[in-house]
């Protein structure tokens, strides 16, 4: 029974990728592909949830890849803080698929004979419960390059100029951090004779201070890139918002977690202290401050969320930075919370799109009226993020801001306050949104009855980006207009309700969520659990 158990460490990782096989054996067939993905993400849901149960019950679970000791092979590892983000990541990718699938974007066509949405989705999810998942430097990577090489896919999914060319810009990016990413493990490698997470934790500490300090520096630059922290993050606004909804929903929820994983993963157990303190914090508090200011700056919904989503980064940046233990609970309670909140604000900006035919806020306007059940799915984790009370939002920034405050120093008291500012242009980037988006009446711009009916009119976020020839099946698929009822898809909405219900459900167990977030940063600060785990197999 053991035996069994210790195998569900592997499952988020080996189903995935089981099930993108079966899609691909399916070839042609959309139903069988889309069975098979739905059954596979909810099995790894479960699995997911039985590994946080187990591992907030009797401490990390490890599995050691084909039996292979851990100084030797591969070693996989579920503490209480991979085991969180396993959970909250397989819940938000199950959500996007759905509503993928309520879109259409998977669907077969004469530009897409064999649909490689679902196959690549599923490599996605794999390479995410990977990176998560991984007890060595190396098989980190491998994680980090099996959900980019899905990315990359994925953000050109349509093949649309625009995609082509952002895709392009977030494929070199990627390209030069991977490169980056090789040569700190060559350094550390070199330096300590392993790349094995428990036997660098002990290695590490035996060098020489300053070899000590180059190899943090790597590996904070490497995954600052990935994470999007500033002044590294100018390849996020230009390559998120030209992607399908879904993609982008997935990519602003979970990628840029992973680097911030990473962080705080190498940061808590491979060097702990203040080392390098005085440079996070200064990130952390440009991270937010620069983001959140690009976010008010703009007039698209979706470059406004992306910027916020830099901007939200820098919190969870700051708690890492404390290094203390009040600190990381904030930073996880907060992950935790912006992976769901920012998921469901994209999954409404496609929707914003369906709806009204674009996420210019000069040409959008009404929706409030015309859309009520959208307004709402909106204003909710609108709040949320803002940081509006009772909402979790606000409980994970009071964390963070008393850890700041109970740090006692003054770069840490600066931090605090761009927390404050941040959080108040947050509100007013928000507010923007809902004022000319969803109060006041429409603009000029926007698209009217007879562009609609015609088919002249092409929303930003449509598939292929083909302009219409007055069909009224492209019409009634892709848009609705104001003499029509203001319904929204069910199978975009419903997954869009579910997620924002999941963020509502953060707030109510606010409580129990932020113990199992300061039992996970005692874990991590104490490292020893961690290490004793992995080796004593």
């Not at 479960?46 to 890849?65: C, E, K, M, S, W």
């Not at 990935?226 to 929820?253: H, R």
């Not at 976010?295 to 989503?309: G, N, Y």
């Not at 409404?348 to 035919?357: H, N, P």
Request: charged share 10%; net charge neutral.
């Amino acid at each position: 029974m053991n035996h069994i158990l210790e195998q569900f460490v592997l499952a988020p990782v080996i189903i995935p990728l089981l099930g993108a096989g079966i899609c691909l054996a399916a070839g042609r067939s959309a139903v069988v592909q889309r069975i098979v993905s739905i059954v596979t993400l909810g099995l790894v849901v479960a699995a997911a949830g039985i590994l946080l149960y187990r591992a907030d019950t009797y401490g990390p679970q490890t599995f050691n890849v084909g039996g292979w000791p851990a100084e030797l092979g591969i070693s996989l590892i579920a503490d209480r803080f991979s085991s969180l983000m396993l959970v909250v990541s397989t819940i938000v990718t199950l959500c996007v698929l759905l509503y993928s699938i309520g879109q259409g974007v998977v669907e077969f066509g004469r530009q897409t004979p064999l649909s490689v949405f679902y196959p690549t989705f599923l490599v996605l999810s794999a390479g995410v419960s990977n990176a998560f998942l991984s007890a060595d430097l190396f098989n980190l990577f491998v994680g980090f390059e099996i959900l980019l090489a899905a990315s990359y896919v994925l953000i050109t999914l349509g093949g649309t100029n625009a995609r082509v060319r952002s895709g392009t810009i977030y494929i070199i990016v990627s390209l030069i951090s991977s490169v980056l990413f090789l040569m700190s493990i060559g350094a550390v490698y070199a330096a300590t004779g392993t790349v094995n997470f428990a036997q660098l934790a002990d290695r590490l500490a035996e060098l020489p201070s300053g070899i000590s300090t180059v190899l943090q520096l790597l590996l904070l630059l490497t995954f600052a890139v990935k994470a999007a922290v500033f002044p590294l993050y100018a390849w996020l606004p230009d390559s998120y918002p030209t992607a399908p909804a879904p993609v982008t929903a997935v990519f602003a929820g979970l990628l840029t977690k992973v680097g911030i994983y990473a962080i705080l993963r190498t940061q808590a157990l491979l060097f702990p202290g203040d080392n390098l303190r005085t440079l996070l914090l200064w990130a952390s508090i440009l991270t937010m401050v620069v983001g959140i200011l690009g976010a008010v700056a703009q007039s698209d919904v979706k470059r406004v969320l992306s910027f916020t989503l830099v901007s939200h980064i820098g919190y969870m940046l700051f708690g890492i930075a404390l290094a203390t233990e009040l600190g990381t609970t904030g930073a996880v309670f907060y992950i935790a919370h912006h992976i769901t909140v920012q998921t469901t604000l994209f999954l409404v900006a496609g929707l914003i799109e369906y709806r009204a035919g674009t996420t210019n806020l000069d040409r959008l306007g009404g929706l409030a009226r015309l859309a009520p059940i959208l307004a709402i799915m909106f204003f909710v984790p609108a709040m949320n993020l803002a940081g509006i009370p009772p909402f979790s939002g606000f409980l994970g920034k009071l964390a963070l801001m008393e850890a700041g405050i109970a740090d006692d120093a003054g770069l840490a008291t600066l931090g605090v306050v761009a927390a404050v500012v941040t959080s108040l242009l947050t509100l007013y980037a928000i507010a923007k949104i809902w004022n000319r988006a969803f109060w006041q009446p429409k603009g000029e711009d926007s698209p009217d009855v007879a562009q609609v009916e015609t088919g002249t009119w092409t929303p930003a976020g449509s598939l292929h980006g083909t302009r219409g020839v007055g069909t009224k099946t492209q019409r009634s698929t892709t848009w609705t207009d104001e003499r029509e009822e203001s319904r929204l898809p069910r199978g975009m909405a419903g997954p869009t309700l579910l997620l924002a219900f999941v963020t509502v459900a953060l707030t109510v167990f606010a409580g129990p969520l932020m113990s199992y977030a300061q039992r996970a940063a005692v874990e991590l600060h104490e490292r020893q659990p961690y290490i004793e785990a992995v080796l004593s197999r």
